[in-house]
């Protein structure tokens, strides 16, 4: 019985990024991001001095990949006296990224960008 209960709390702890993310292509993201999308592919320059740095990946929603895999990048948002909740994050090499999600709610759901 004690086996089979430490059974049911390892699969309920697990993670939960097997889920599906949604997709969202390129028309339908902002035009700023669009734009972000842009700078990326180019280097720079970014608005932003914390563009470009490692994403965690803490919340799991994302496929697992070792750390430094995915890179964060601010979408900026019209009328915001701050970075605001819209970013990129790309995984793979900075310039030419295997995949990128668009988050409009500062990491708590994602689209993967379809291009």
């Known amino acids: 019985m004690r086996s089979l209960l430490l059974a049911a709390v390892i699969v309920v702890a697990a993670p939960v990024f097997a889920l599906a993310l949604s ?13 972000v999308l842009k700078q990326i592919r180019a280097g720079g ?13 803490r919340e799991k929603l994302l ?7 995915y890179h964060e990048y601010t979408v900026p948002t019209p009328g915001a ?6 970013r990129i994050v790309c995984g ?3 310039k030419t990224p295997d995949v990128c999600y668009y988050t409009a ?7 993967r960008i379809r291009e």
């Open 63 to 69: 496929p697992p990949q070792p750390r430094g895999y």
């Open 45 to 57: 320059p970014f608005a932003y001095e914390r563009d470009g740095v490692v994403f965690g990946n």
């Open 92 to 94: 793979g090499p900075p």
């Open 81 to 86: 006296r701050n970075r605001g909740a819209r």
């Open 23 to 35: 997709e969202t292509g390129m028309r339908d993201l902002p035009q700023e991001a669009r734009e």
């Open 105 to 111: 709610d500062h990491y708590n759901s994602f689209a």
